[in-house]
């Protein structure tokens, strides 16, 4: 008919070229890998991120996600901010570490430092965890790049780049605890530092920690801080890994790395180590039936220390192996003997009730005896040390302690019963550099005198 049959425009075989999907190859990856991105994945399976868990449930956004944290080792233990758990204190809730890989543990926190803004974590898991690497934050140079990980605004896992831009830098924060307080010789960058990535990582440029993420200037942009790690590692070995703050058992020295070894830095006079004959520059080779390789390995070692319950420890001295035992004391009882002099223990009502109603029946002489209370529990003095407060009042091992007088809101002073070595150190506490009067029982006939508190 002379007309052209008209021909359809061929569809699309396919979607366009600029969104085809294309498999990079091994060179254009290793192009992309840069320097940033190696350190980063050298050290995010080290990060983790911290969060509040309530009834079972981790919350991870908005207030609830608290911050971040860095494994120092293998076994669990996790360096973070002390103001990043320091909110445990108004909850009910606990803690949860979660990886870069979303397996999280729930983690508890064995000891802190307000002064500092640290606190040490330790994972309640089985696993191995990867421990990242540190660095030395004495060689660092003004201008070098660093990066930061972190849980920024509860995003976990994230990443920002900077320099260095100032070394040994002041501030003075308002802390969780209401108080404000300076920390001092401070790393500064530019490298965002958000709420959030308090705990966190600050690495350089070969993914090593260089220091641990703890605050933010408020108002201004581009101004973080982080504590460097060579102060990092002096708290540690010095503050939280000490019996004190690890409220575990007290054992009377200090253990630091030398020369590539755990060895004895101090010992206390008269303390436990002391009298097991561990001397200082003994160099650690076992503790509580495990090798120990370095001073962290001895920390975690002294965990599973308990009262009454023998501690070996095994040393070398003068290339000499030897094994003592060690009868490990609470921090509260190592402070009461070296305010007093006195170690003690308690005496229940089920160990001697006959000693406890004479306590009892001595403790409330001027109230009706058919109403006397019977006493929970009294001290017992095992030793007395020389030279102390105790040996100038003439107390002796085998003495009972029953009170020791308070003041009363009345401004008069009455006696309090004393059932526990906490009772005893916390009223010694209250009268440093003073005395107070004890109401003791010698072979069942009481005594009072004055005791001296030393201070510490």
Known sequence: SGWATAQADPKPTGVPSLLRGMQPDLEELDMRRTPVVRAVERARDSVVSIYIARDGKTLAHGIDGQGSGVVIDEAGLVI???????????????????????????????????????????????????????????????????????????????????????????????????????????LQTDAAIN???????????????????????????????????ATVRRVFDEVLVS???????????????????PVVAQIAPMGPAYRAGIQRGDRIVRAGGRDVRN????????????????????????????????????????ELMRRTGLEVTQVTAQQDRELLEAASLELYSDANRRRVQLLPAVLRIERVHPDSPAAALGLRAGDVLVAASVPTMFGRWAYRPLVSVDDFAMIARDRTGGSLNLLVLRDREALEGPITVERL
Request: net charge negative; hydrophobic share 40%; proline share 4%.
């Open 80 to 186: 973070t901010n002390w103001h990043v758990v320091a909110a445990l204190e108004q909850t009910h809730g606990g803690l949860v570490a979660r990886f870069h890989n979303g397996k999280s543990y729930p983690a508890e926190v064995l000891s802190s430092s307000p002064e500092h803004d640290l606190a040490l974590l330790q994972l309640r898991t089985d696993d191995r965890v990867k421990a990242i690497v540190a660095g030395d934050s004495d060689s660092l140079m003004v201008g070098e790049t660093v990066i930061a990980i972190g849980n920024a605004q509860g995003n976990s896992d994230s990443v920002t780049v900077g320099v260095l831009s100032s070394r040994n830098r002041s501030i003075r924060v308002r802390t969780p605890d209401g108080q404000t307080r300076a920390y001092e010789g401070l």
């Open 295 to 334: 001073a962290l390995d001895y920390a975690r070692a002294t965990l599973r220390a308990e009262i009454g319950t023998p501690f070996e420890i095994g040393v070398v001295r003068e290339n000499e192996p030897l094994e003592v035992e060690v009868a490990p004391m609470s921090p509260t009882a190592w």
């Open 195 to 229: 709420q959030g990535n308090s705990g966190g990582a600050l690495l350089d440029i070969t993914g090593k920690l260089i220091g641990i993420n703890n605050a933010m200037a408020v108002g201004v942009e581009n101004i973080g801080y982080a504590i460097p790690i």
């Open 243 to 261: 019996s004190e703050n690890l409220a575990s058992v007290w054992l009377g020295l200090r253990v630091t790395d030398q020369g590539g070894a």
